[in-house]
């Protein structure tokens, strides 16, 4: 079964917008990661934050997690067209060794 | 470096056939993962392989999905006989980590676009 739930289910923003996912898992984990799929294509790494993290950035990205509501958030901002994808957050379970994903956000920047 | 490489990229066959796909990891990446990705969810795992031997294949359907990973390097997927179910986009990963109790990053192949008519 699957891990992760993120919500919402789909995202359509201006450019230049900020776009913020979240993703809620069940069990205890040892880290996070988000990944982008473009359409027909496969998932690109965006970004891991380990469970005795709160928050970490890379350029436009923001990720977020606490452990104690199991959540986790990814903000883009100042979107560009090109962040137009569905985003994916797969939990590293502890006592697992492979990824679980969520069922996705899909996430419409509109130019 | 060249990244993960999955053919074909799309196929087509009737259900009951049989059907393989071909992943080459990145050059020296001990870990291939073989997911399964139906139209609007996330991937799912099948198999996972450290260097030739199976770690994980929990949830392969092992009635009619076999994979192999002989040489440590690449590795096919088979499907025999197919279903209707079985549609959907088949994804290669691989990652450098090995022997490690935490999952890093994966990298991932374009995936096999699978219709089962």
């Known amino acids: 079964s699957q891990q992760g739930e993120e919500d919402p289910q789909a995202l359509s923003i201006q450019e230049g917008e900020n776009a913020t996912m979240n993703c809620s898992y069940k069990?205890?984990?040892?880290?996070l990661q988000w990944y982008r799929q473009n359409s027909g294509r496969g998932l690109v790494h965006l970004i891991l934050?380990?469970?005795?993290?709160r928050e970490k950035h890379s350029g436009r990205l923001r990720v977020t997690l606490d452990t104690s509501k199991k959540s986790s958030s990814l903000l883009i901002t100042a979107s560009r067209a090109a962040d137009t994808a569905s985003y994916f957050c797969a939990t590293d379970r502890v006592g697992a060794n492979n990824l679980f994903f969520g069922t996705g956000t899909r996430l419409t920047v509109i130019p | 470096e060249a990244g993960v490489a999955q053919s074909p990229r799309y196929k087509i066959i009737e259900k009951r056939q049989s059907v393989a796909f071909w992943c080459n990891p990145i050059?020296?990446?001990?870990?291939l993962y073989w997911y399964q990705q139906i139209l609007g969810q996330g991937p799912k795992l099948l198999i996972q392989f450290q260097n030739n031997g199976v770690v994980d294949d929990s949830q392969l359907p092992k009635d009619r999905f076999s994979a192999e990973r002989l040489k440590g390097v690449d590795s096919t997927l088979k499907i025999q006989p197919a279903k209707l179910e079985d549609s959907a986009v088949y994804l290669c990963?691989?990652?450098?980590?090995?022997?490690?109790?935490?999952?890093?990053?994966?990298?991932f192949g374009p995936g096999t676009r699978l219709t089962v008519t």
């Open positions: 990963a691989s990652t450098d980590r090995m022997g490690s109790k935490s999952s890093y990053e994966q990298y």
């Open positions: 934050i380990r469970s005795n993290e």
């Open positions: 069990t205890s984990i040892n880290n």
């Open positions: 050059s020296g990446h001990a870990t």
